[in-house]
């Protein structure tokens, strides 16, 4: 009775069931077996991408075995003729047509799959070249006109064209990941074939300002082009590629630029991306040029190790924010290489507040002068689900010099008494140090300033600043990742915890503490404490060295 109610669900009910479990190879398998209708379900999911599976050689064996019977009639009499397959193999059929669900290729997949093959059936010395390239052949004609579900595929850089027949498969492709070092001309073929694809992936490794015909031809014949990601290996401004690709800013969704010299003018300059909602860039050179742009719908913004921000100041950020976004973005994320020590942090704190109330990541600079400001934006942004903090370098040294060389009107003495810190613990400041030992507790002009440029105070600023996260983070906050040489002490996490305890979150926080003074052992003391009594999920404490 129940067999015969499992089989009376429609099929697109268990699909929809089934597909949430793409990941779940264990429970899809199991699916297999449960009748002739799950089965037939479940073997399309399981074929979009074989090549997951394989994480064995049994697993290469069984595909391998099951794509060689899809071959068609003509590429398996082929290959028989030249001793490539068995005579058996002509007569036999796939149980399922394999081929059809598979939606990406690739060129190094194809290369495994015929390596595979020969492993399996042949002594590898035994087999020619000729014969190997006769197999490449086939291989790819079966995927190109029989991969009715293709959507994706890395480009190589043989005439793929040639393999194609009636049954080309080419034209349904939505992404194409390829290199600028491949055959122009087999790129001016494919924008013959295919106009829909919607993601670019290019590798840039060849300068194309002398190729207008290859794949500038190729991305200028595309209707929709939504995505684009581009890695540069060449550190040049490519414009021809960017002019060609300009053709398409009302269309694109989606820009990651990797390892660029500078960002495109002819992109870029005073151009408006009126659906753009992602823009990931890292570069090697400024950033100037997202002065003159306009983003008005841009949901996320990552700009990654651009060491050039030693010379700029965050002020192209806030300006970018501020003007062309129209409060949308959910997701800022602003990584350098090296500390900063930015001027215009306190404006950049207003425009988050005043102009990013959906923001849901965050990545931000702070210290003691922005703890104010870190409570109005804790306030207002309500949204927020991950925090990033930096420390930020605040200190003048020159100012710092100054003062300590006007610490000669000090009246100080010499005796055998230590400077007491605010801490408790006995510091000595020698001649090298441009102070003495002091006996004179009445005068902490050095004192004074010291606390006020560097924090070391009574009332420790890392105690305020965790409070002020404790205190006045929205329930949504669940990761914080806190970054810089802040020195909390068991007292301060403690507080902390007990704060956050207080807030009934529902969701456990999740905290990474990087390059802290803290010794480790406290904060994941502390941390495996709060842990147990379910108001901290997950922690990480770490230290590495700046290059």
């Known amino acids: 009775m129940m067999s015969q109610e499992i089989q009376q669900i429609p099929d697109d009910c268990i699909l929809n069931i089934l ?13 297999l077996l449960v009748n002739k209708q799950w089965c037939e379900i479940t073997v399309p999911i399981l074929w979009r991408k074989p090549w997951k599976l394989c994480i064995s050689s049994e697993f290469w064996e069984y595909i391998t075995d099951s794509l060689i019977l899809c071959l068609s009639d003509y590429s398996k009499q082929v290959l028989h003729i030249n001793g490539i397959i068995s005579s058996t193999i002509l007569t036999q059929k796939p149980k399922f047509d394999y081929i059809s669900h598979i939606k990406y290729i690739s060129q190094d997949i194809i290369t495994k799959f015929v390596n595979n093959y020969i492993i399996i059936n042949f002594e590898e010395e035994t087999f020619s070249p000729m014969h190997k390239d006769l197999l490449f052949e086939e291989i790819w004609r079966m995927f190109l006109n029989q991969c009715i579900s293709l959507q994706s595929i890395t480009l190589p850089n043989i005439k793929i064209i040639d393999y194609l027949n009636e049954g080309n498969c080419l034209k349904y492709i939505k992404k194409l990941i390829c290199s600028t070092d491949i055959d122009s001309s087999l790129f001016l073929d494919l924008s013959k074939i295919c106009q829909n694809i919607t993601k670019f992936i290019i590798i840039q490794n060849k300068n194309l300002e002398n190729d207008e015909i290859g794949l500038n031809t190729l991305i200028e014949s595309q209707n929709n082009i939504e995505e684009l990601k581009i890695e540069s290996f060449m550190n040049i401004e490519n414009n021809s590629l960017a002019k060609s690709l300009s053709f398409h800013t009302n269309s694109l969704k989606s820009i990651t630029l990797k390892n660029f010299n500078s960002l495109p003018s002819s992109l ?12 990931k860039i890292k570069l090697i050179n400024n950033l100037k040029i997202l002065d003159t742009i306009k983003l008005p719908n841009l949901e996320i913004l990552e700009i990654l190790n651009n060491s050039s921000l030693i010379d700029q100041t965050i002020d192209i950020y806030s300006k970018l924010i501020s003007t062309t976004t129209m409060g949308n973005l ?5 990584e350098v290489s090296n500390d900063q020590c930015f001027d215009d942090l306190k404006e950049f704190f207003e425009i988050i507040t005043n102009f990013c109330n959906k923001i849901e990541y965050l990545t931000l600079w702070i210290n003691d002068k922005l703890f104010n400001d870190l ?5 207002k942004c309500k949204n927020l689900k991950h925090l990033t903090l930096n420390k930020a370098i605040d200190l003048d040294w020159e100012l710092v010099d100054d003062e300590f060389n006007n610490l000669d009107d000090i009246d100080t003495r010499s005796n055998d008494s230590n400077v007491s810190s605010d801490n408790g613990n006995r510091s000595d400041l020698s001649e090298n140090g441009r102070c003495k030992n002091s006996n004179n507790n009445n005068d902490n002009s050095w004192l004074d300033f010291l606390t006020k440029s560097v924090g070391i105070g009574v009332h420790s600023n890392e105690f305020k600043f ?3 996260l404790a205190t ?15 020195n909390f002490t068991r007292k301060d996490l403690v507080k902390f915890f007990e704060i956050w305890k207080e807030k009934n979150s529902s969701i456990p926080l999740k ?23 379910g108001i901290i999920k997950d922690w990480l404490a770490y230290k590495y060295n700046r290059i």
């Open 19 to 31: 597909k949430y479990l793409y990941k779940d190879h264990k429970t899809l398998f199991s699916c």
């Open 330 to 334: 959910k997701k800022i994320n602003i």
């Open 375 to 379: 409570e109005i934006l804790l306030i």
């Open 268 to 279: 870029f300059y005073n151009s408006e991306f009126p659906n753009l909602k992602i823009l």
């Open 466 to 468: 965790l409070n002020i």
């Open 472 to 486: 006045h983070s929205s329930n949504n906050l669940s990761e914080i990742i806190i970054r810089g040489d802040w």
């Open 511 to 533: 905290l990474q503490v990087v390059n802290n003074k803290t010794p480790i052992e406290t904060i994941n003391d502390v941390c495996k404490k709060y842990a147990d009594e």
